[in-house]
């Protein structure tokens, strides 16, 4: 079936690093663009960042210059490699293949 499983979150200090995995399964990984949501508590889900098919980009502004998505196709998975981390990233982060599926979520938490 459809699937789709993140890995990667955790604690981390203000300034670290972290980096997202979501790896698919149950339909054509290449034939979907795929994206990164969070939602932080009390707050909705938003849309942080997107890769299309042929690897364009999209980032939501407060992230820009911080976060990078990637996608390897022969492995399903895409990657959110997440630098200089502030407390008001924490939140769970959910991977997107867009239109398709959902992943479970992952919870990151910025904090000293």
């Known amino acids: 079936q459809v699937q789709l499983v993140e890995s990667g979150g955790g604690l981390v200090q203000p300034g670290g690093s972290l980096r997202l995995s979501c790896t698919a399964s149950g339909f054509i990984f290449s034939d979907y663009s795929m994206g990164w949501y969070r939602q932080a508590p009390g707050k909705q889900r938003e849309l942080v960042t997107t890769i299309s098919v042929k690897g364009t980009t999209y980032y939501v502004e407060s992230v820009k210059g911080r976060f990078t998505i990637s996608r390897d196709n022969a492995r399903n998975t895409v990657h959110l490699q997440m630098n200089s981390l502030k407390p008001e990233d924490t939140a769970v982060y959910f991977c997107?293949?867009?239109?398709?599926?959902w992943g479970q979520g992952t919870q990151v938490t910025v904090s000293s």
């Open positions: 997107n293949a867009i239109g398709k599926a």
